[in-house]
C-alpha cells in the first residue's frame, strides 16, 4: 500500500486547531506557507478554513464574490479575480465543480503560473487530470492532481484521506500544509492516478453501501431494524471481508484463484439462497442476480473449484 502521510501522524502544529475548521481561526501565522484557495463551494469553503484554523495566511477568490466573506471574516484575504489569487502565493489548491470550470478559472493567469504550484482537488477523470497536467507543464506550473475521500465535515478529522499524484517532489514541498486536511497518500507521478483511485474507490463504496442496503431490506422484512443488523454487518465487513480482499489482492494479480476457501460452486449455493429469501420476502433481486449471473457464468467456463476473485476475469472483459 502506498504509504501514509507521515507528516500527518506526527501531526501538525496544533491539531486541535487543524482539526475542526469549525473553529475560529487565530491570526495567520507568518511562518506558515500562505495558501490560494480557488472554489468556494462546500468543499472549498472547508478547505479554505482548515488552512486559516490552521494559521495559514489564506487567500481566498470564487466566481460568485458572497461566498468568501465568511472566511474573509475569519481573517482570509478575499480577492477579485483569480489572476490575484493565484499571484498571492507558491501553493494554489483548487475546489470547483469540474475541469471545465477550473481551465475557466484558469484562462488569464498563465503569465503568473511558473515556479508556483497547483493541488487540483478537483472531481474528474484519470484523462482530464494527464492533460492538464501536460497542460500545466506547458506553462511551468508543478501540478498535483488529488482525489478526497470524505465529505467536508470530515476534513482534517480522523477519517480524511486524500490521494495524490502527479509532478515529483510537489506533494513533499508541500506535505505540512496539506497536512491539515486529511492523511495523504501519494500514488506517485502519474497525475492520472489520484482520479483513476478516486472512481474505483466510489464503486467499492456504492458496491457496499448497495449490498447493505439489500441486507438491511431482507432483514427488515422480518421485523429486524436497521440499527440491529448494521453492528453485525460493520465487523464482517471490516474483518473477514476484509481479509478475503487481502488474500485475493494476490490471486488477482498472480491470475491464479486457487479456491481452498470457498469454491465458486459453493458462493453460488448461498447466492441461491440470498436469492430465494429475497423473492419469498418481496425485496428486490437485481443485485443477488448480477452475482449469481457473474458466478454461474465462470462456472459454465469450468471454474467452478476456483475461488471467488476467479470473477475478475469476467469483469475485465
Ligand atoms: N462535497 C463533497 O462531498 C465531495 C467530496 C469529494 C470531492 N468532491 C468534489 O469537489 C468539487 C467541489 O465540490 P463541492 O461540494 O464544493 O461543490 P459545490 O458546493 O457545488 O461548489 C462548486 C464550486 O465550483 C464553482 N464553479 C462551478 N462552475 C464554475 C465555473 N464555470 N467557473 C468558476 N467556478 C465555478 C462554484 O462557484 P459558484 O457557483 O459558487 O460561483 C463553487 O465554488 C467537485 O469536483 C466535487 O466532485 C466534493
Redesign the pocket.
Known amino acids: 500500500m502506498p504509504p501514509l502521510n507521515p507528516a500527518r501522524a506526527a501531526g501538525p502544529a496544533d491539531p486541535a486547531r487543524a482539526a475542526d475548521p469549525a473553529r475560529a481561526a487565530g491570526p495567520a501565522d507568518p511562518a506558515r506557507e500562505p495558501v490560494t484557495v480557488l472554489?468556494?463551494?462546500?468543499?472549498?469553503s472547508v478547505l479554505a478554513a482548515a488552512f486559516l484554523a490552521a494559521g495559514h495566511p489564506t487567500t481566498v477568490w470564487?466566481?460568485?464574490a458572497a461566498?468568501a466573506e465568511p472566511l474573509a471574516a475569519r481573517g482570509a484575504v478575499r480577492v477579485a479575480t483569480p489572476a490575484e489569487a493565484v499571484a498571492a502565493g507558491p501553493l494554489i489548491v483548487a475546489?470547483?465543480?469540474?475541469y471545465?470550470?477550473l481551465r475557466?478559472?484558469l484562462a488569464g493567469t498563465e503569465a503568473l503560473l511558473p515556479g508556483r504550484t497547483l493541488v487540483n482537488?478537483?472531481?474528474g477523470s484519470p484523462e482530464q487530470a494527464r492533460e492538464l497536467a501536460g497542460w500545466a507543464a506547458e506553462h511551468g506550473l508543478a501540478y498535483l492532481d488529488g482525489a478526497?475521500m470524505?465529505?467536508?465535515p470530515g476534513i482534517g478529522g480522523p477519517d480524511a484521506t486524500l490521494l495524490y499524484s502527479g509532478a515529483p517532489g510537489a506533494l513533499a514541498r508541500h506535505r505540512d500544509t496539506l497536512a491539515v486536511l486529511g492523511d495523504q497518500v501519494d500514488l506517485g507521478p502519474d497525475a492520472g492516478l489520484a482520479g483513476l483511485y478516486d472512481t474505483a474507490l466510489l464503486g467499492l463504496m456504492w458496491s457496499s453501501l448497495s449490498g447493505w442496503l439489500q441486507g438491511v431490506a431482507l432483514v427488515g422484512a422480518d421485523g429486524v431494524r436497521a440499527a440491529d443488523f448494521t453492528p453485525v454487518a460493520t465487523r464482517w465487513l471490516a474483518g473477514a471481508v476484509a481479509g478475503f480482499i487481502g488474500r485475493y489482492a494476490a490471486q488477482a494479480d498472480a491470475g491464479a484463484y486457487p479456491g481452498d476457501d470457498a469454491s465458486l460452486t459453493v458462493h453460488l449455493a448461498a447466492m441461491e439462497h440470498l436469492l430465494h429469501a429475497a423473492r419469498a420476502r418481496g425485496v428486490d433481486t437485481a443485485l443477488p442476480e448480477l452475482l449469481a449471473r457473474q458466478t454461474e457464468q465462470a462456472i459454465e467456463a469450468g471454474h467452478g473449484a476456483d475461488s471467488y476473485a476467479r470473477l475478475i476475469e469476467g469483469i475485465r472483459k
Open positions: 472554489g468556494l463551494g462546500a468543499m472549498g470564487n466566481r460568485s461566498k475546489c470547483v465543480l469540474d471545465d470550470a475557466a478559472v482537488l478537483t472531481s478526497i470524505i465529505t467536508p
